[in-house]
């Protein structure tokens, strides 16, 4: 067993280091519940750097480039509560079962990531207990609440993608992600596309399932939630002109599918109480 500096963590945040939930507007009116898993890049302190060079960090493989300015001017410009994520998915992935491979990867696209070689159980532990279980238990708690009080919910996870993968350019603006709701996709592909000037992926570059995702199979569909993901390119969202451009093109769907949910009566306050 290799027992080296990164193996001692049964303190992994301590002191100086951030906690890991961000959240905003969490009395926010909307039915729109905002998530984002990849929202930051922060490593804790007791990781060091990983291994890596800065200029790795800032590409996607350590976060969703450019989603944090998005979520935060969505969320102010529909008043919905964001709930967000400040680690680097490189310390552990909040959007994948934490018993899958990937979950703490050793190489992500073609980058070697050397803190995370020869990990030990406890050290994985930690970041599971420290990082990945706070963020859930809080996305949970809300839910929680809000059907217990009959708060219409709708769960929305916001991600990037990078616009080449692997050498492979991707032609989306934007996706669709979802597995299991037939009810929110469709009128946020309709949005999205009646803008007339995107191209629009409908659950590409990714689709969810369980292997490789968590937040929608467990949050989303486990609780009867309509949900889904959404994916907006990189290149679109690389400065904060383009951020506000999107969260304000995001809202006015977002804004338009509220209207037509509240007046099809689609929004069902809880599984237990039925349709209002
Ligand atoms: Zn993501």
């Given amino acids: 067993m290799v027992l080296d500096g990164a193996g001692d963590t049964s303190l992994l945040l301590v002191k100086d280091d951030v906690p890991p939930v961000l959240e905003e507007n ?3 009116a909307s039915p729109f519940l905002l998530t984002s898993d990849h929202y930051g890049r922060a490593l804790p302190r007791a990781l060091g750097d990983l291994g890596l060079p800065e200029s790795e960090m800032e590409r996607h493989i350590a976060w969703d480039v450019g989603i944090a300015g998005v979520a935060h001017a969505l969320s102010k410009h529909l008043g919905a509560h964001l709930i967000a994520q400040r680690y680097s998915r490189l310390v552990i992935d ?6 899958a491979p990937g979950s703490i990867p050793r190489i992500s696209e073609a980058t070697v990531i050397p803190g995370n070689e020869g990990l030990t159980r406890d050290a994985a532990d930690a970041r599971r207990q420290q990082i990945f279980d706070p963020y859930h238990r809080r996305i949970r708690e809300v839910i929680d609440r809000r059907l217990r009080d009959n708060i219409p919910t709708v769960l929305v996870s916001l991600h990037s993608f990078t616009p080449v ?13 979802y597995q299991r709701d037939t ?21 590409e570059p990714y689709a969810v399932s369980e292997e490789t995702d968590y937040t929608i ?7 009867g939630l309509m949900n889904t993901g959404i ?3 990189q290149d679109l969202i690389a400065d904060a002109a383009g951020e506000m451009q999107w969260a304000d093109r995001l809202a006015n769907i977002f804004g338009a599918i509220e209207t037509e949910l509240r007046a099809r009566r689609l929004f069902v306050p809880s599984p237990l109480v039925g349709e209002g």
């Avoid at 199979?217 to 609780?223: I, L, N, S, T, W």
């Fill in 217 to 223: 199979p467990v949050h989303g569909e486990a609780r």
């Fill in 26 to 28: 969490a009395e926010g």
């Fill in 183 to 203: 009810r929110l996709p469709p009128l946020l592909l309709k949005g999205l596309r009646a803008s007339g000037d995107l191209v629009v992926g409908d659950n």
């Fill in 94 to 99: 909040c959007n994948r079962p934490p018993d």
């Fill in 231 to 233: 994916e907006i390119r």
């Fill in 165 to 177: 993968y692997a050498g492979i350019a991707r032609p989306w603006h934007v996706g669709t992600l």
